[in-house]
Every structure is written in C-alpha cells, then in structure tokens.
C-alpha cells in the first residue's frame, strides 16, 4: 500500500518536501518570526484583552489566544507553516478526486508551496494563512460532490464566517457563494441553510462587539478606510459638505497626494484629528458623496490600480515601493521598509530582535529566493482567462466535430438523403450532474472569487502586494479544473443500434394421421 501511494504521489511528495525545507531554511534563518508593527501589535493586543478592536475582526485574535499558555511565537509561526502546507495536500486530494492529472495537480499545488511571498506571511503573526486555510476548506466543502449536501452548505457556512471573523475580505464573498449554489442548482432549502449557518457566527460576534461599544457592528472602521480610498480622486470643491466633513478634506493637491494607507494611519493625516471609533460615520458619509459626486473617478482609480496590481511587469507604482519591500524576506543591514523580527513571548513581546543585526549565514540566500520566486498577482488574472477561455476552446471543438460528423442531405451534392437521427432528450438532472458542465461551473466560481478578493480590496482599502496572496491557492485550483478535460477528445456522437429483425423459424408438419 505505501509503495503504491509513493509510485502514484511522488511528484506531489517530492514538492511536498521542498515546501517543508523551505519553510525549515526560513524558520532557521528568521528566528522566532516576523512582526508587522500595526496589525500585529492589533492581533496580539486583542488577544490578551479580549475586547475587539475596531479596525480589525477578532478571528485571529482567538488563535493566538488559545496557544497563548505555550508563550512562543515560533510555535504559533510554525503551526501556520504546517497550515500551508495542510492546504497544499487538501488542494491536491480534491484535484485528484475531480480526475485531475496528478502532474496537473502538482502544478496547481507548486504556487502554494513555493511561493515566496506566501511563506513570509506565515512567518509573520498575521491573519492571512488562517483565512487562506478557513477560505480553501470552506470553498472546497462546497465544489466536494456533485450536489452539496446539507452537511457541505452547513460546514461551508461555519467555515466562511469564521473567515470573515479573521479577514473582513471574507464578508462580501457570500453573495458569490450563494450565486453559485443557485447555478448548481442545490435547492433553496440547502442555501437557506448555508445562509443562516453563515449568519448566526456573524450576530453573535455582533451583540459581543455591541456590549464593548454600543452598537452592533462587526467593526467601525470601514468609513475610514473607504474615505481613504477616495482621497486619491476626491475633489472637496464638487462636493456639498458640511463643516465636519470639510475637516477631513485632503489638503494637498491632486497630483501630490500620499498613498491610501498613509492617510489611515499617519499622524500627519486629516484622519488624525478624529482618531476616535465613533468618527466612523463621518468618514463614511464622506467617502459615499465622494462616489457618488466623482463615479467615474472612483471607478478609474479601481479599475487602474488592479490593473497595476495583475500587471506583468516591474513593481506597480513608486507610492507603494515601501509595500513591495516590506513583503519580501529581510537582508542585513538594512533598515526601513522591511520586516521587523517579533518578539520571543507575544504576552511579555521581549526580547525582541533587530532584524537590521540579524546576520543568520542562511538570511542572503533566503533574501535572494524571495526576489526571484515571488509570484506576482499576475498569476490570478491568467488563471481567470484560462478558466474563461478552456470552455470556449472546448464549445469550439465540440461544433467542428459535431460538423465532421453529420451526415449530408439532399441539399448537398453527393449527399445522402437519410436526415441526421434526432436527439435522445436528456434524463432529468443531467446537465446538473453532467462533469464538464461542473468544471466550468467551478472553475469560473473559484478563480472570480480570487480575482473578486483583489478588486474588492482595492476598492475598499488600498492596493496591496499582501492582500492578492489569499487569491493564490483558489486561482491555482480553477485554472486545473478549467484544464482538466483539455487534452480530450470529443467522442463522435454512436448512431442508436438497430434491433435486428427476428429470424423465422420453420414451421414443422405434423405428420398425417393413418
């Protein structure tokens, strides 16, 4: 049995093994983890209070709060280590179990395992790998069987909302989800459930937050960061303003405004004035009349800034360097717009170590494999045409086969005169069940959702190189299932079998009575 599973497996085992050295190599050289000095210090603090933060769910909180009595930060960065990889052989087992190759399959699985941006962010204590591994199993519950059952909607449910508990970029994901359960045709009763499943997490994290800040939110800080969308375009001079949003104008000209995320966090900010929680509408107020006065702007600042983000090419834009830098491994001797290294106790955050010092002999190499094997976002809008196009390419196909075998008629010279057999209707439920139907139908589900998470990023926060790593592993597993039937041929259509007609039997006589 185990020889049979290597003989069969062994391209997948031996990436499988690449990816855990090379999380090994980065545990080493990095030691105990990396530290984002916002959310981390947002995450760390959540956990330890037990109160939500505003700005940020309390998903990840809660994990650090429950390995917190073991006092280490490398556990909880090589727990997610293992996540990563968790998610590699799920993707392949379900690639495998959809007849997927299995050099198709190790190629989906190579972007999540190799993929040097995607190990940094599980070093960092950060939420991303736990909302990627929430986000993947929920996805994958549902596209399992042909027809979701109660226990997929419900399980797919649970595992949704605690990822939109993790990552606010989960929240908009469900009405994608349930686009697609009415494509597949699973019935109301089972989306209803999905639905309520999705929404109880969801409520009771609500009246949690209500009893902390008087209102039923699942955080208030979405007005701020829309408002900090729209201070690359907005013009204050086209808008009907009262005095308190007149205050949160940006006051730098057009072409001399700062990045986004500038103007959410630094103190030089507008946003500064009124960093209070309950300023949040206000900022809101004003991001919505910015929209709705410039539309036009707001949707050009969108649709640009994606592009620059899917783009091939070098880096997207010279505001945002400082991002591009800060997500590639840490080399020596540097300082500024890179990761700073975590403390060992994320309860006592001492000591802590400068990165600016930290001269591991493994740290260069490991800085050089980030420059080279950091996979762009580039990569999720290739996924989104191959998963557009592989059905058109197979519609195709099937037309010029159904036209090199289709009988001629009278109408064409040298035709026969017998009409093509008419076709048997289709049983009940199969174009449901049919599996070509199915891999369309998913493929297109899985890599929209992965496109979707960084359009919708854009256009509610800022363009960032660490938001587009969640889309990786959904994209990939389109991409294959938009591939899988590519090298098939389409079977002529069989002419139905004539009955063939029943020979007659001799009839015996009797011989005549004496």
């Known amino acids: 049995m185990l020889w049979r599973l290597l003989r069969t497996h062994w391209p997948f085992l031996v990436l499988l093994a690449a990816g855990l050295v090379l999380r090994v190599l980065v545990m080493i050289a990095y030691n105990p983890g990396f530290w984002f000095r916002g959310d981390s210090n947002i995450y760390v603090n959540g956990a330890f209070s037990h109160i939500p933060n505003p700005s940020r769910p309390f998903g990840y909180s809660f994990a650090v709060w429950v390995l917190s009595p073991f006092h280490s930060v490398r556990l909880i960065v090589g727990l997610q280590h293992l996540l990563g990889l968790a998610v590699a052989a799920l993707v392949y087992a379900f690639l495998r179990r959809r007849s997927v190759s299995r050099w198709w399959a190790t190629a989906a699985v190579a972007p999540i395992l190799l993929d040097a941006r995607t190990v940094l962010l599980e070093h960092f204590l950060l939420a991303e790998s736990l909302f990627i591994a929430l986000l993947v199993c929920a996805v994958i519950a549902l596209c399992w069987s042909p027809r979701p059952g109660w226990w997929a909607v419900a399980g797919a449910g649970v595992l949704l909302s605690a990822a939109a508990l993790t990552r606010t970029i989960g929240l908009p994901l469900v009405g994608a989800v ?278 919708i990023s854009v256009a509610t926060s800022v363009m960032e190189p660490r938001y587009t790593v969640p889309s990786i592993p959904l994209a990939a597993l389109g991409a294959a299932l938009a591939l899988r039937g590519r090298r098939g041929t389409v079977p002529p259509t069989k002419p139905a079998p004539v009955p063939a007609e029943p020979v007659a039997r001799p009839v015996e006589k009797e011989p005549l009575a004496a």
Do not use: N
């Open 178 to 455: 349930v686009v697609f359960l009415l494509v597949r045709r699973v019935g109301l009763a089972r989306i209803g459930v999905f639905a309520v499943v999705f929404a109880i997490p969801l409520a009771g994290y609500a009246v949690w937050y209500q009893s902390h800040y008087g209102v039923y939110s699942l955080g208030t800080y979405s007005g701020r960061f829309l408002w900090a969308r729209t201070t690359s375009f907005v013009q204050c001079d086209k808008l009907d303003l009262t005095p308190a949003e007149r205050q949160i104008c940006p006051p730098e000209p057009l072409d001399e405004r700062m990045p986004v995320d500038v103007y959410i966090w630094s103190r030089h900010s507008p946003a500064a004035k009124l960093p209070e929680r309950e300023h949040d509408p206000l900022f809101g107020s004003f991001a919505r009349k910015a929209i709705l006065a410039q539309p036009g702007d707001y949707a050009r600042t969108v649709v640009v800034e994606s592009w620059l983000l899917v783009r091939p090419g070098p880096d997207p834009d010279e505001r945002y360097t400082c991002f591009e830098q800060l997500w590639h491994f840490p080399e020596p001797g540097i300082t500024g717009c890179q990761a700073a290294m975590a403390p060992w106790d994320p309860a006592t955050r001492e000591p802590r170590v400068d990165v600016s010092k930290y001269d591991h002999a493994l740290v260069p190499a490991m800085h050089l494999y980030g420059r080279v094997a950091t996979l762009p976002a580039t990569f999720t809008a290739i996924c989104l045409l191959v998963a557009v196009a592989a059905p058109l390419v197979r519609l195709a196909r099937r037309a010029r086969s159904r036209d090199g075998d289709r009988p001629r008629g009278a109408d064409d010279p040298g035709g026969l005169d017998t009409p093509p057999p008419a076709a048997e209707p289709a049983a009940k439920g199969a174009c449901r069940d049919d599996p070509g139907r199915r891999d369309v139908v998913d493929s297109l589900f899985l890599t929209g959702v992965a496109f979707g998470m960084i359009v």
